[in-house]
């Protein structure tokens, strides 16, 4: 089993949608956890960050379910600048010098 | 400005020539890293630094070196590049544990 799995897309939404993807971590030890965006052929930015139950910026929530050992990440009322590709990454365990990151999710929000 | 730089930005070579991609950070950050992206890979990490003078190997360390002789400097050197490196490469750097990783543009390297 990979350290983290994402399911890679692409997913096509219309705008207004609301969309969610999933992320499944190996180590449960794991204690905290992030979703990234990158835009094509760009560095990766911080979106959130998830250290206990959930996350809630704006239009985005961020969920942690630690004994299924997955975290998600709901978009509500997709924009067009929503289209972008989401990186789960989660530490591993003994120390913050290995952050793992999943392979991505691809969103496209189309009009 | 809070900032990583890396460069270059492009960079095509030939298999064998020896080449350096610089990284530097403008936070006083003590951590960075390396890291390769390729298709449906993800980022793998390379080499990282806790401080200067202290590097170690990450997952795909095998054809890279780096150095850490100054905080705000990371340099990746390939000594003799091959086909296989080729690929889009990020530093990062993180000021403390379980915080935001800061990247740099990256750096699209192909080896023909």
């Known amino acids: 089993r990979k350290e983290v799995e994402q399911d890679p897309g692409p997913f096509n939404v219309p705008e207004g949608a609301t969309v969610a993807f999933n992320c499944t971590y190996s180590n449960s030890a794991s204690q905290s956890f992030f979703w990234y965006r990158q835009d094509c052929r760009k560095e990766p930015k911080l979106l959130m960050s998830?250290?206990?139950s959930g996350n809630e910026d704006g239009r985005f929530t961020a969920q942690l379910n630690r004994a299924s050992q997955y975290i998600s990440l709901l978009i509500r009322d997709s924009k067009l600048s929503d289209s972008a590709t989401y990186l789960c990454?989660?530490?591993?365990?003994?120390?913050?010098?290995?952050?793992?990151f999943g392979a991505g999710t691809r969103l496209a929000v189309h009009p | 400005e809070a900032q990583v730089t890396q460069n270059p930005r492009y960079l095509i070579t030939v298999t064998g020539k020896k080449l350096t991609v610089t990284c530097s950070q403008n936070?006083?950050?003590?951590?960075m890293s390396w890291y390769r992206q390729d298709p449906g890979l993800g980022l793998r990490q390379i080499y990282y630094?806790?401080?200067?003078?202290?590097?170690d190997k990450g997952d795909v360390p095998e054809g890279y070196k780096v150095s850490r002789k100054e905080k705000r400097n990371f340099p990746l050197i390939l000594e003799s590049p091959s086909p296989n490196q080729t690929s889009l490469y990020f530093c990062a750097s993180l000021g403390q544990m379980n915080t935001e990783a800061f990247f740099g543009q990256g750096t699209r390297l192909t080896v023909v």
């Open positions: 998830v250290y206990s």
């Open positions: 630094s806790m401080n200067v003078e202290v590097t």
């Open positions: 990454v989660v530490p591993r365990a003994g120390g913050y010098n290995k952050l793992i």
């Open positions: 936070m006083n950050h003590e951590y």
